[in-house]
């Protein structure tokens, strides 16, 4: 028997809008004028409706800009910003956006900082939109509406304007994983490719310290995949270069071989909302870190590290060095092997706090403040005041002058009242973590298929806080945009759930199509024809029949008619 090569659809594929690009022989260069109008009219005409939904959100981020110049504080920024003036490793936090802050120092101005996070924002938004259209297929609408989140939420625009590492960390892993599923395989990719996305991968682990277990991640997915294990191991081992490099650096100035000094101290907070010493087996050296305080009424979390109740305050300063930090550690697995349920419980009731509709003033009124595009700048803090020639703050120092956000009306008015209103719930984005789960689960045999990598992205960048310190909102935000790509991937053409999607619609094509009351109306036509055939049928025989013929012949012509 032989089989019919399937047709290839006259639809426009997806694949092909990509196809623009000028430089094709006997087409003007991307150099001329000429090429770049051809350039703008083919992108025009291939994603119109990405171009006008992205249209606005770019001048969102404008308004953000000049309503608040240069940028915003965030707490935590100071110390970024106190690190690159210094330049040393901050023993409670990776150091690798303040790296970044001192590339760009020179340049002696905020502005450049933001509009580069802005414009990394955006760039994440188009890596979405082109994965989804180029590689998976999927229609216009569905691409665009998978970047709405990233480009639209006022939250999202208001951390891209703070001093903080979480946009940067957020475009490197989105390039990552732009790169390793932009072709299909195997043999896709290439070793050339998984070498950099390894260098990728190691970069955003010095950027934020969530890095390095979605090192993990990566790899189990290209194994999954059956990526060759040459190109796994090279994306390991070349992500690993700049992590130890990193860490001879941090052992040099800090004398220990690590990244930082706390995480012990992190996971430390996280286990004293429950760690009951009666049901552990303390050494002599960490019963100090017990408190005698009942669970339910403890501080949250944090409260265990930046407080003066904390039982680490009992350590010569810093707590942020070896000792403290190994023993904060030491007592925290303690706590979690002796109470896995209550560890269990504390780490669930944070990821859940993701998902709540309305968000909450969390951990504290000064720091959800900062969250929120305000009426004044946030005052440089005592602790960022120094002695720096004619600056008297680290945080002038690097600007060579007035540190403080300026407010600017009527510009401020309005992104600060678009920030109100317009941003994802968390319930929203749980729907969106289940519709990427419901397309995965519809593709098991697939293992999910390759909406399996950004949907575990997603989901491991609200756990693992909530594993190892606490949750926080700006965590979710960098989660948001990897959901929504799985989501568009789960449910594009070719793929189980995309399946699905176009039978459903084809079903509900039909009903629309059929008028109200047409099944009743049809019966009743259907039973009449019956009648009327069968009373023609009994008006024939009886015409046929002979003369005088008896009465009980009639009868059953009559019967054998109806």
Same mark, same amino acid.
């Given at each position: 028997?032989?089989?019919?090569? !399937?047709?290839?659809?006259?639809?426009?594929?997806?694949?092909?809008?990509?196809?623009?690009?000028?430089?094709?022989?006997?087409?003007?260069?991307?150099?001329?004028?000429?090429?770049?109008?051809?350039?703008?009219?083919?992108?025009?005409?291939?994603?119109?409706?990405?171009?006008?939904?992205?249209?606005?959100?770019?001048?969102?981020?404008?308004?953000?800009?000049?309503?608040?110049?240069?940028?915003?504080?965030?707490?935590?920024?100071?110390?970024?910003?106190?690190?690159?003036?210094?330049?040393?490793?901050?023993?409670?936090?990776?150091?690798?956006?303040?790296?970044?802050?001192?590339?760009?120092?020179?340049?002696?101005?905020?502005?450049?900082?933001?509009?580069?996070?802005?414009?990394?924002?955006?760039?994440?938004?188009?890596?979405?939109?082109?994965?989804?259209?180029?590689?998976?297929?999927?229609?216009?609408?569905?691409?665009?509406?998978?970047?709405?989140?990233?480009?639209?939420?006022?939250?999202?625009?208001?951390?891209?304007?703070?001093?903080?590492?979480?946009?940067?960390?957020?475009?490197?892993?989105?390039?990552?994983?732009?790169?390793?599923?932009?072709?299909?395989?195997?043999?896709?990719?290439?070793?050339?490719?998984?070498?950099?996305?390894?260098?990728?991968?190691?970069?955003?682990?010095?950027?934020?310290?969530?890095?390095?277990?979605?090192?993990?991640?990566?790899? !189990?997915?290209?194994?999954?995949?059956?990526?060759?294990?040459?190109?796994?191991?090279?994306?390991?081992?070349?992500?690993?270069?700049?992590?130890?490099?990193?860490?001879?650096?941090?052992?040099?100035?800090?004398?220990?071989?690590?990244?930082?000094?706390?995480?012990?101290?992190?996971?430390?907070?996280?286990?004293?909302?429950?760690?009951?010493?009666?049901?552990?087996?303390?050494?002599?050296?960490?019963?100090?870190?017990?408190?005698?305080?009942?669970?339910?009424?403890?501080?949250?979390?944090?409260?265990?590290?930046?407080?003066?109740?904390?039982?680490?305050?009992?350590?010569?300063?810093?707590?942020?060095?070896?000792?403290?930090?190994?023993?904060?550690?030491?007592?925290?697995?303690?706590?979690?092997?002796?109470?896995?349920?209550?560890?269990?419980?504390?780490?669930?009731?944070?990821?859940?706090?993701?998902?709540?509709?309305?968000?909450?003033?969390?951990?504290?009124?000064?720091?959800?403040?900062?969250?929120?595009?305000?009426?004044?700048?946030?005052?440089?803090?005592?602790?960022?005041?120094?002695?720096?020639?004619?600056?008297?703050?680290?945080?002038?120092?690097?600007?060579?002058?007035?540190?403080?956000?300026?407010?600017?009306?009527?510009?401020?008015?309005?992104?600060?009242?678009?920030?109100?209103?317009?941003?994802?719930?968390?319930?929203?984005?749980?729907?969106?973590?289940?519709?990427?789960?419901?397309?995965? !689960?519809?593709?098991?045999?697939?293992?999910?298929?390759?909406?399996?990598?950004?949907?575990?992205?997603?989901?491991?960048? !609200?756990?693992?806080?909530?594993?190892?310190?606490?949750?926080?909102?700006?965590?979710?935000?960098?989660?948001?945009?990897?959901?929504?790509?799985?989501?568009?991937?789960?449910?594009?053409?070719?793929?189980?759930?995309?399946?699905?999607?176009?039978?459903?619609?084809?079903?509900?094509?039909?009903?629309?199509?059929?008028?109200?009351?047409?099944?009743?109306?049809?019966?009743?036509?259907?039973?009449?024809?019956?009648?009327?055939?069968?009373?023609?049928?009994?008006?024939?025989?009886?015409?046929?029949?002979?003369?005088?013929?008896?009465?009980?012949?009639?009868?059953?012509?009559?019967?054998?008619?109806?």
């Amino acid at each position: 028997m032989r089989v019919m090569p !399937v047709a290839p659809s006259r639809e426009p594929s997806a694949r092909g809008a990509w196809s623009f690009w000028p430089n094709r022989p006997g087409r003007p260069g991307w150099t001329t004028r000429a090429g770049l109008r051809e350039l703008a009219a083919r992108a025009w005409s291939g994603h119109r409706l990405f171009i006008i939904v992205l249209t606005p959100a770019v001048l969102l981020r404008v308004d953000a800009e000049l309503g608040y110049r240069w940028h915003a504080w965030f707490n935590d920024s100071f110390q970024y910003v106190q690190n690159t003036v210094h330049f040393n490793l901050d023993p409670t936090r990776v150091s690798g956006y303040s790296i970044w802050l001192k590339i760009l120092q020179p340049l002696h101005t905020y502005a450049v900082v933001t509009i580069l996070q802005h414009l990394m924002a955006v760039a994440v938004a188009v890596m979405i939109y082109a994965l989804a259209r180029h590689r998976f297929r999927a229609p216009a609408w569905l691409a665009t509406l998978a970047t709405v989140p990233v480009l639209y939420d006022g939250f999202e625009i208001q951390l891209e304007h703070l001093i903080m590492a979480d946009v940067p960390f957020l475009f490197l892993l989105t390039l990552a994983v732009t790169l390793l599923l932009w072709d299909p395989g195997p043999p896709a990719p290439s070793l050339r490719r998984c070498l950099f996305i390894g260098a990728l991968l190691g970069v955003a682990e010095i950027v934020r310290s969530v890095g390095l277990p979605l090192l993990a991640v990566f790899a !189990v997915y290209m194994i999954i995949k059956r990526i060759s294990w040459r190109k796994v191991a090279a994306t390991i081992v070349v992500c690993l270069i700049p992590v130890f490099g990193y860490a001879g650096l941090f052992y040099a100035e800090h004398g220990q071989f690590a990244m930082t000094d706390s995480t012990g101290v992190f996971l430390y907070s996280r286990v004293m909302t429950f760690a009951d010493c009666t049901k552990m087996k303390v050494p002599a050296n960490e019963l100090s870190l017990c408190t005698t305080v009942p669970p339910d009424k403890r501080p949250i979390a944090q409260a265990y590290i930046w407080t003066t109740e904390s039982p680490l305050d009992r350590f010569p300063p810093s707590k942020f060095s070896p000792v403290p930090n190994q023993l904060a550690e030491s007592f925290a697995i303690r706590a979690i092997e002796a109470q896995p349920l209550d560890y269990a419980k504390a780490v669930f009731k944070d990821t859940w706090r993701v998902f709540g509709w309305q968000r909450v003033i969390f951990p504290n009124a000064p720091t959800y403040d900062e969250y929120i595009f305000g009426y004044r700048s946030l005052p440089i803090p005592k602790w960022d005041q120094a002695d720096l020639g004619p600056y008297g703050s680290y945080a002038s120092a690097y600007v060579h002058g007035n540190p403080l956000t300026q407010v600017v009306a009527p510009f401020a008015n309005v992104i600060r009242g678009y920030q109100r209103y317009v941003w994802l719930p968390g319930t929203g984005y749980g729907l969106i973590l289940l519709a990427g789960l419901g397309g995965m !689960v519809l593709a098991w045999r697939r293992l999910g298929g390759e909406a399996l990598l950004p949907w575990t992205i997603s989901l491991a960048l !609200v756990v693992i806080p909530a594993a190892t310190a606490e949750f926080d909102y700006r965590y979710v935000l960098v989660a948001v945009p990897f959901a929504c790509l799985a989501a568009a991937m789960a449910f594009s053409p070719g793929t189980a759930g995309g399946d699905l999607a176009r039978r459903l619609r084809a079903g509900l094509g039909k009903r629309r199509q059929r008028p109200a009351g047409a099944g009743h109306a049809g019966a009743e036509r259907a039973g009449a024809d019956r009648v009327r055939a069968a009373a023609d049928v009994t008006a024939g025989d009886k015409a046929a029949a002979p003369a005088g013929g008896s009465g009980h012949d009639q009868r059953d012509l009559a019967s054998d008619g109806t």
